[in-house]
């Protein structure tokens, strides 16, 4: 099976998609396989960009992309 990669704009509509039904009351599982991805990619998703905005994630990968070149 191929893999996608998801750009940071789509992981945060995703992850706001996610929010929006969770408050729904629909459960994680639920809201995982509407999504389309595993569970450890939701949470690695939350963890990483759980409380930012798309810019704000931009510059976060433009500052991480500086610091290892």
Same mark, same amino acid.
């Given at each position: 099976?191929?893999?996608? &990669? ?8 995703? !992850?706001?998609?996610?929010? @929006? !039904? ?10 995982? &396989?509407?999504?389309? @991805?595993?569970? @450890? ?29």
């Amino acid at each position: 099976m191929a893999r996608k &990669r998801y750009t940071t704009e789509e992981i945060i509509r995703k !992850l706001r998609e996610a929010d @929006v !039904l969770i408050g729904q009351g629909q459960t994680v599982a639920d809201v995982i &396989r509407h999504l389309g @991805v595993s569970d @450890v990619t939701y949470f690695r998703w939350r963890k990483e960009y759980g409380g930012l905005k798309v810019d704000q994630a931009k510059r976060f990968k433009e500052l991480e992309k500086k610091t290892l070149d």
